[in-house]
């Protein structure tokens, strides 16, 4: 079974082609004009140890917002894709990461309904030219799209960037470990018989 998606997105804003695999090797080609969201993109791909490539352009004359926000969105909708019917997944899935000082945990639950809850006070408006308001801007449209449930909580740090990474660290081996199949799971995980 090949757990693979694609997508296309256009709008006025921004030009969108991303390719996601679950069973990937870490293999991350991602090109758009936001630096600190394609260094975010690259270790998530290489922690999960998924495949993604990703093709973007948006109107970052204007700011990062656009740009970020679609690509969560694309990065869902190819997640779901990729899921297909769920059947034998391990469907909940965690971790918890350091960087340096800071530790964040990230806990998601694959149940086709979408929710975050986001506990993150991070001590810097930007990274970089990055506003770091737009982690709670990607990660909510990429549990929006997904359709999961996913909470994010950073326990303590002081560099921001160090708060992020961990972020999308731990993301990244929640979603491997929630994707896994698991030989015990007959169907899908979940009494309703449905996700």
Request: proline share 4%.
């Given at each position: 079974m090949?757990?693979t998606?694609?997508?296309?997105?256009?709008?006025?804003?921004?030009?969108?082609?991303?390719s996601?695999?679950?069973?990937?090797?870490?293999?991350?080609?991602?090109?758009?004009?936001?630096?600190?969201?394609?260094?975010?993109?690259e270790?998530?791909?290489?922690?999960?140890?998924?495949?993604?490539?990703v093709?973007?352009?948006?109107?970052?004359?204007?700011?990062?917002h656009?740009?970020?926000?679609?690509?969560?969105?694309?990065?869902?909708?190819?997640?779901?894709?990729?899921?297909?019917?769920?059947?034998?997944?391990?469907?909940?899935?965690?971790?918890?990461?350091?960087?340096?000082?800071?530790?964040?945990?990230?806990?998601?639950?694959?149940?086709?309904?979408?929710?975050?809850?986001?506990?993150?006070?991070?001590?810097?408006?930007?990274?970089?030219?990055?506003?770091?308001?737009?982690v709670?801007?990607?990660?909510?449209?990429?549990?929006?799209?997904?359709?999961?449930?996913?909470?994010?909580?950073?326990?303590?740090?002081f560099?921001?960037?160090?708060?992020?990474?961990?972020?999308?660290k731990?993301?990244?081996?929640?979603?491997?470990?929630?994707?896994?199949?698991?030989?015990?799971?007959?169907?899908?995980?979940?009494?309703?018989g449905?996700?």
């Amino acid at each position: 079974m090949t757990r693979t998606a694609s997508i296309e997105r256009n709008t006025h804003e921004t030009q969108i082609k991303l390719s996601f695999s679950i069973d990937g090797e870490g293999n991350s080609q991602i090109v758009t004009p936001v630096p600190f969201l394609n260094h975010m993109l690259e270790l998530f791909t290489k922690h999960g140890h998924f495949d993604l490539t990703v093709q973007a352009n948006g109107d970052v004359e204007v700011d990062d917002h656009h740009t970020t926000e679609d690509v969560g969105i694309c990065l869902g909708e190819t997640l779901k894709e990729a899921l297909g019917d769920k059947k034998g997944i391990k469907r909940y899935g965690q971790a918890k990461v350091p960087m340096d000082e800071a530790l964040a945990e990230v806990i998601v639950d694959l149940s086709n309904r979408p929710h975050l809850e986001f506990r993150a006070n991070f001590p810097s408006e930007k990274v970089g030219s990055f506003d770091t308001e737009l982690v709670h801007e990607f990660l909510w449209k990429l549990a929006l799209e997904a359709r999961m449930n996913l909470h994010v909580i950073v326990h303590y740090g002081f560099n921001t960037h160090h708060m992020i990474e961990a972020i999308f660290k731990a993301l990244a081996r929640a979603i491997d470990d929630a994707t896994q199949i698991d030989p015990r799971v007959k169907g899908v995980p979940s009494t309703k018989g449905m996700l």
